[in-house]
Nanobody
Framework: QVQLVESGGGLVQAGGSLRLSCVAS????????MGWFRQAPGKERDIVAA????????YYVDSVKGRFTISRDSAKNTVNLQMNSLKPEDTAIYYC?????????????????WGQGTQVTVSS
């Protein structure tokens, strides 16, 4: 069992930055690949970025490439999402998720554990 707690969301102007963090409970964090998803009102929950359990492989959806960076610190049981050059269309609830396997997954149905979400609002 893994419990995930996100933090770092907030209100920022377009062009600004935020850093989301997700702290995982449990001693087997290093055995989970991790993902960040987002869900805007009336829309599906979509992948934003993902990272393998080794941290050596990352994935980004096209719309955030070059602006967002996912990283993990297994010593601190933490996965981070650095978001730069934010746009109003990045506004959503952001969720951290854990998949009990080494490889990156992009489908929400592949993830076993979810955090409660953190709101990110980007004003124009």
């Amino acid at each position: 069992q893994v419990q995930l707690v996100e933090s770092g969301g907030g209100l920022v102007q377009a062009g600004g930055s935020l850093r989301l963090s997700c702290v995982a409970s449990g001693r087997t964090f290093s055995r989970y690949s991790m993902g960040w998803f987002r869900q805007a009102p009336g829309k599906e929950r979509d992948i934003v970025a993902a990272i393998s359990w080794s941290g050596g492989i990352t994935y980004y959806v096209d719309s955030v490439k070059g602006r967002f960076t996912i990283s993990r610190d297994s010593a601190k049981n933490t996965v981070n999402l650095q978001m730069n050059s934010l746009k109003p269309e990045d506004t959503a609830i952001y969720y951290c998720a854990a998949n009990s396997g080494p490889d990156i997954k992009v489908s929400s149905t592949s993830y076993d554990f979810w955090g409660q979400g953190t709101q990110v609002t980007v004003s124009s």
